[in-house]
C-alpha cells in the first residue's frame, strides 16, 4: 500500500468514524472467513460498517476523527454505526455465539468504554422497542376509558335484564 493509499483510507475511516456514534474494537483472530462475512451482513443491516486496518491506520483515523482514548493492540476489527443500541445488540449477540470473537473496547457518545459498558447499551431496548412501549403508554388511557364503557354498558344490560 503506497503512502497516497494509506493517506486516504485514513481520510475515509476519519470521516466514517466523525459521522458514526459508535465504534466498536473487537478481536477477531481465529473467525474464519464465512464468519467475518456472517458478521458484515449483520452489520450491514442495522446500517453498520466493518473494517480491518492496522493499528497504526485506525489509529490516525480515529485520532482525526477525535475518537481518543482506544488503546488497540493485537489482531483488530473495527465496527461503527450511528445508531449504537443495535450495534451494540449485534456485536454483543455474535461474541457470544462466535467464541473466539471477543469485544475488546469501544467508542460511544465521545468517550471511550469498555466490553461491559458496551455489553450494557446492548440490554437496552431498541429505538423499535421504545417507540412501542412509548405507543402503549399513550393509548393506555383511552384503552381504560373504552374498557370502563363496555362494563358501564354491560352492567346496565344486565340491570335491565
Known sequence: ???????ELI??????FKESSAVVVCDYKGLTVQDLEALRKLIREVGGQVQV????LANLA???AEKTG???TGTNIFIWSDDQISL?????KFAKDKEPFVV??????GEAVDAAHVEAISKMPSREELLGMLLSVWTAPARNFVTGLDNLAKKKESEAA
Open 1 to 7: 500500500m503506497t503512502r497516497v493509499e494509506k493517506s
Open 11 to 16: 481520510d475515509n475511516l476519519a470521516n466514517s
Open 53 to 56: 486496518v492496522k493499528n497504526t
Open 62 to 64: 480515529l485520532t482525526n
Open 70 to 72: 482506544l488503546e488497540l
Open 88 to 92: 451494540a445488540k449485534v456485536v454483543v
Open 104 to 109: 475488546k473496547q469501544g467508542h460511544f457518545e
